[in-house]
């Protein structure tokens, strides 16, 4: 298993707080599948938006990272998290 940090910037006006972490974790979640190799989700709320450890079970750290980012994109274009975009940390 293989930790991926990433970080989500606050696109709209709404302020960011632990809520939009939890909205975030949520929406991971409803969104991983089999081969997303999810284990664990932690999500806080940073200056800005949201900080995201996710980790995932692969083979290496580079397909770890490449299923963390197919996931991210995947949520931010599908649930309602839709006020964040993703930043690399």
């Given at each position: 298993m293989f930790s991926v940090h990433l970080?989500?910037?606050e696109?709209?006006?709404a302020?960011?707080?632990?809520a939009g972490a939890a909205d975030v974790q949520a929406a991971l979640w409803g969104c991983a599948g089999p081969g997303d190799g999810?284990?664990?989700?932690?999500a806080r709320?940073?200056?800005g938006g949201v900080g995201l450890v996710l980790y995932v079970r692969a083979p290496d750290q580079g397909?770890?990272?490449l299923r963390a980012l197919a996931l991210l994109d995947r949520t931010?274009?599908?649930g309602p998290t839709g006020r964040f975009a993703a930043a690399m940390p």
């Open positions: 970080s989500l910037l696109v709209s006006a302020p960011t707080g632990e999810l284990e664990h989700v932690r709320a940073v200056r397909v770890a990272e931010l274009a599908a």
